[in-house]
């Protein structure tokens, strides 16, 4: 009996020492041999048949079927279930099409912080055929008028509505299994705890600045005695990450990471330290089935073009080394793969990159620039393009360059994100060229940030200015962002490189650039200021 007990420990040792080299357990959890992928697209094809695509839908479910009593949400001391949010779902309706006189097909802006009352309008929107636009309530001037588990779980969001995260990572799970959602009117730390505490809510909604908010925060008393298990969401940084999780005593860690006009995604439920910090593991199992079809591009760190060799053909990034993700498409399904940009060839024909590997094949160019280790943790490095992520929101560098632009004293600029201490994303920074006839101390700095301010949504808003006699560009005219982006607003860095370039900021709370000293350099690093 000794020899087949002594096999057996022998066999399971090398069945978790297989394991934990290729990650077998992590793949299988993932979904990678029963291609989740292909069943979230069975079960839209599945919809779509039955004209049922809408969240309103998924509603009308719920409430004819036994989750009919369920709690469903909670909102400042109000409560619904599925039945009753259903029934004040219709009276706003019969409102909307009655007294306001909407109509289906109509396009109708939804604008508005969280509340009971923007869900209303939201199901009922849905539910009378109309077309909603969800516009971002922080937005003002022109970018405004562009824009005008199971039942027992409950999720707690204080994130704006009008945004995917919070439509698409909270309502649409809540309701597509019957679960509870407490909506927090916005994020204030004063009510945070208190109101997760109160709601009994075991599902936490997070974006990374929430989370680094937290952290930086004075202890609250209730920060430990709440009932959250599970914090879903993402952006969530590898310094934040594991003081989080003990510091607020949550057990999971459920990071995601996915983009609206991309192509792939990866989930990373982490509860210890091997993934902390990740936004997903590829074992062998991943790489057998999938391997072919996402790669990593090795990219010119100064101009951000993917690198090829002599022959032609895209290099892949090595483990360890930064890389652009690329998705494979088949040519024959290019079109429908990615229907483009509205109104925007250019940005579109941008996404795809052909003769990667083959002269024939197709790929399309996510953006993002990733890593992968020995171990198989993929990590989030950076957003390329034309794009940058500051306070959970995606600001265009070609929108903020524009408003700038139409600025009289500044003859052209280069706008990019730069990373600084304490803070989750990049912030906005501008190098600018003044004009010819405007030297430095004539140019208007206080009448530049009432240009940007009136123009742009906060968060887009430049935080930095670099002032330059001439822009960097390379042979073939392409503005030069990797070196600028590198040095950021590191004063060290921009005086090792030999520039005379001078520095600006918008101090917290201010209304004028102003000069950007040595001192601001360090009471930045120090974590005196909060940008």
């Given at each position: 009996m000794?020899?087949?007990?002594?096999?057996?420990?022998?066999g399971?040792?090398?069945?978790?020492?297989?394991d934990?080299?290729?990650?077998v357990?992590?793949?299988l959890?993932?979904?990678?041999?029963?291609?989740p992928?292909?069943?979230?697209?069975e079960?839209?094809?599945?919809?779509?048949?039955?004209r049922?695509?809408?969240?309103?839908?998924l509603?009308?479910?719920?409430?004819?079927?036994?989750?009919?009593?369920?709690?469903?949400?909670?909102?400042?001391?109000?409560?619904?279930t599925?039945k009753?949010?259903?029934d004040?779902?219709q009276r706003?309706g019969?409102?909307?099409?009655?007294?306001i006189?909407?109509?289906?097909?109509?396009m109708?802006?939804?604008?508005?912080?969280?509340?009971?009352?923007?869900?209303?309008?939201?199901?009922?929107?849905?539910?009378?055929?109309?077309?909603?636009?969800?516009?971002?309530?922080?937005?003002?001037?022109n970018?405004?008028?562009?824009?005008?588990?199971?039942?027992?779980?409950k999720?707690?969001?204080c994130l704006?509505?009008?945004?995917?995260?919070?439509?698409?990572?909270c309502?649409?799970?809540?309701?597509?299994?019957?679960?509870?959602?407490?909506?927090?009117?916005?994020?204030?730390?004063?009510?945070?705890?208190?109101?997760v505490?109160?709601s009994?809510?075991?599902?936490l909604?997070?974006?990374?600045?929430?989370?680094?908010?937290?952290?930086n925060?004075?202890?609250?008393?209730?920060?430990r005695?709440?009932?959250?298990q599970?914090?879903w969401?993402?952006?969530?940084r590898?310094?934040?990450?594991?003081?989080?999780?003990?510091?607020?005593n949550i057990?999971?860690?459920?990071?995601?990471y996915?983009?609206?006009d991309?192509?792939?995604?990866?989930?990373?439920?982490?509860?210890?330290?091997?993934s902390?910090g990740?936004?997903?593991?590829?074992?062998?199992?991943?790489h057998?089935?999938?391997?072919?079809?996402?790669?990593?591009a090795k990219i010119?760190p100064?101009?951000?073009d993917i690198?090829?060799?002599?022959?032609?053909?895209?290099?892949?990034?090595?483990?360890g080394?930064?890389?652009?993700?690329?998705?494979?498409?088949?040519?024959?399904?290019?079109?429908?793969?990615?229907?483009?940009y509205?109104?925007?060839?250019?940005?579109s024909?941008?996404?795809?990159?052909?003769?990667?590997?083959?002269?024939?094949?197709?790929f399309?160019?996510?953006?993002?620039?990733?890593r992968?280790?020995?171990d198989?943790?993929?990590?989030f490095?950076?957003?390329?393009?034309?794009?940058?992520r500051?306070?959970?929101?995606?600001?265009?560098?070609?929108?903020v360059a524009?408003?700038?632009?139409?600025f009289?004293?500044?003859?052209?600029?280069?706008?990019?994100?730069v990373?600084?201490?304490?803070?989750d994303?990049?912030?906005g920074?501008?190098?600018?060229?003044p004009?010819?006839?405007?030297?430095?101390?004539?140019?208007?700095?206080?009448?530049?940030?009432?240009?940007?301010?009136g123009?742009?949504?906060?968060?887009?808003?430049?935080?930095?200015?670099?002032?330059?006699?001439?822009?960097?560009?390379?042979?073939?005219?392409?503005?030069?962002?990797?070196?600028?982006k590198?040095?950021?607003?590191?004063?060290?860095l921009?005086?090792?490189?030999?520039?005379?370039?001078?520095?600006?900021?918008l101090?917290?709370?201010?209304?004028a650039y102003?000069p950007?000293?040595r001192?601001?350099?360090?009471?930045?690093?120090?974590?005196?200021?909060?940008?």
């Amino acid at each position: 009996m000794a020899v087949p007990a002594i096999a057996i420990a022998g066999g399971a040792a090398a069945a978790a020492y297989l394991d934990a080299k290729l990650h077998v357990r992590h793949d299988l959890a993932a979904g990678v041999l029963t291609d989740p992928v292909a069943r979230a697209q069975e079960y839209v094809a599945q919809r779509q048949g039955q004209r049922r695509m809408l969240i309103y839908h998924l509603l009308e479910d719920n409430v004819l079927s036994s989750r009919s009593g369920n709690l469903f949400l909670e909102y400042e001391g109000r409560s619904w279930t599925y039945k009753q949010f259903y029934d004040s779902v219709q009276r706003v309706g019969n409102w909307l099409m009655n007294d306001i006189g909407v109509r289906q097909g109509e396009m109708v802006a939804l604008n508005g912080l969280n509340s009971a009352e923007y869900l209303f309008l939201w199901f009922a929107l849905e539910g009378i055929g109309a077309r909603i636009a969800f516009t971002n309530c922080h937005l003002t001037g022109n970018p405004l008028v562009h824009s005008v588990k199971v039942g027992g779980d409950k999720f707690y969001t204080c994130l704006p509505l009008y945004h995917g995260a919070g439509q698409g990572l909270c309502i649409l799970p809540v309701v597509y299994s019957g679960a509870s959602v407490r909506v927090g009117r916005r994020f204030s730390h004063k009510t945070f705890w208190p109101e997760v505490c109160e709601s009994k809510a075991n599902r936490l909604q997070y974006v990374g600045e929430l989370c680094r908010y937290l952290v930086n925060a004075p202890p609250h008393p209730l920060e430990r005695k709440h009932n959250v298990q599970e914090a879903w969401g993402n952006g969530m940084r590898p310094d934040v990450w594991n003081t989080f999780r003990q510091r607020f005593n949550i057990t999971a860690i459920h990071e995601l990471y996915a983009a609206t006009d991309g192509m792939g995604s990866s989930f990373n439920r982490n509860l210890g330290d091997f993934s902390s910090g990740a936004i997903g593991v590829r074992g062998y199992l991943w790489h057998m089935k999938r391997g072919a079809n996402e790669v990593r591009a090795k990219i010119d760190p100064d101009t951000e073009d993917i690198v090829r060799a002599s022959n032609g053909f895209v290099i892949r990034a090595n483990v360890g080394e930064p890389g652009e993700v690329l998705h494979r498409v088949d040519p024959a399904m290019a079109e429908s793969a990615f229907k483009g940009y509205y109104n925007n060839p250019g940005a579109s024909h941008k996404r795809w990159l052909r003769g990667v590997f083959e002269p024939d094949d197709l790929f399309f160019r996510s953006g993002d620039v990733m890593r992968v280790d020995a171990d198989g943790r993929v990590y989030f490095v950076d957003r390329l393009g034309d794009t940058f992520r500051w306070k959970s929101e995606n600001v265009s560098t070609n929108e903020v360059a524009d408003i700038l632009g139409q600025f009289d004293q500044i003859a052209e600029c280069n706008v990019y994100g730069v990373s600084v201490p304490h803070a989750d994303g990049r912030c906005g920074c501008a190098t600018i060229v003044p004009t010819t006839s405007t030297s430095l101390d004539s140019f208007d700095f206080a009448r530049l940030y009432t240009h940007v301010a009136g123009r742009l949504p906060r968060y887009a808003v430049p935080l930095f200015l670099r002032v330059a006699p001439e822009l960097s560009y390379t042979g073939t005219f392409k503005i030069q962002k990797g070196q600028a982006k590198r040095e950021g607003v590191d004063l060290d860095l921009i005086e090792q490189a030999g520039s005379k370039d001078r520095l600006y900021w918008l101090p917290p709370g201010g209304s004028a650039y102003v000069p950007f000293r040595r001192e601001d350099w360090q009471a930045l690093k120090a974590g005196d200021f909060k940008l």
